[in-house]
């Protein structure tokens, strides 16, 4: 049986290509918590949703790969736009 990867908090707030910084509180917690080391080029796979908005709204999971900006000295991601799909109710 084969594990589910953890899935990271991120908003995905960049548009297309753009770079989504590791900025949120929740992000940076669920790295901490599944004592997630980043690298570059890492694979990871992302949620994100707010049920105190949206009863019965489910979360939407994608993956990205990760990157090191240099010159902010800051992680970010570049969501693959394909995985957008519809996760578990939250």
Known sequence: MTEN???IYLYPYAG???????KQ?????????????LTEGMKLHFY?????LEPKQHELV?????HFDSDKKEWY???DESTYRE???L
């Open 77 to 79: 991601a570049i969501i």
């Open 62 to 66: 994608f993956e990205g790969t990760v």
């Open 5 to 7: 990867p953890p899935k």
């Open 48 to 52: 994100c949703g707010d049920s105190a």
């Open 25 to 37: 509180i929740g992000t940076k917690q669920d790295l901490a918590l599944n004592k997630i080391h």
């Open 16 to 22: 297309k290509g753009g770079k989504n910084y590791f």
């Open 87 to 89: 996760g578990n109710p």
